[in-house]
């Protein structure tokens, strides 16, 4: 499965432990940041919002400090479904529930076990469809 992933300057070095911890198992594209630099997140939660809607059957993993920042930026793009998710259990309801296709993660209250807990889930899960899918329908404006 191709992965877009993005974090700010915050989000770096989990972004980093995420590839190394899945290396194998998704095909990463990386849209930055590389460096611990501060920059500004809707830069990077644009790259790769357009890239999952663009890459049919993607999905996106994005981070930032919050999250926060990351989750109200791609959420701006019809069709993206991003959400900001600490625990195994949200992010398997985010996929189950909300057919979420970018998880968004924050870097700065999450310990690093968690995260990659929390991202296993959310891979794992399935989009339930029925209600669901109606209530999904009804999102865009
Ligand atoms: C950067 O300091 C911080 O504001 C950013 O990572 C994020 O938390 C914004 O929502």
């Known amino acids: 499965m191709k992965i877009h992933i993005g974090s700010d300057h915050a989000g770096v070095e989990l972004k980093e432990l995420i590839k190394k911890h899945f290396d194998g198992k998704f095909e990463f594209e990386d849209e930055g940041t590389f460096t611990t630099e501060s ?20 999905l996106g993993i994005l981070i930032c400090g919050t999250g926060n920042g990351m989750a109200i930026t791609a959420n701006k793009h019809a069709g993206i479904r991003a959400a900001l998710c600490w625990a195994p259990e949200i992010a398997a309801l985010a996929k ?7 998880i968004v993660l924050p870097a700065r209250f999450i ?31």
């Not at 920059?39 to 993607?58: C, I, M, N, R, T």
């Not at 189950?96 to 970018?102: E, F, L, P, T």
């Not at 296993?120 to 329908?137: K, L, P, S, V």
Request: hydrophobic share 40%; net charge negative.
């Open 96 to 102: 189950q529930h909300n057919n979420a296709n970018i």
């Open 39 to 58: 920059v500004d997140y809707p830069d990077f939660a644009h790259a790769v919002a357009q890239k999952v809607l663009e890459d049919g059957g993607s």
């Open 111 to 141: 310990p690093s076990d968690v995260a990659i807990a929390t991202l296993t889930a959310f891979f794992e899960a399935e989009f339930e469809g029925g209600r669901h899918q109606r209530r999904i329908d009804k999102i865009n404006i």
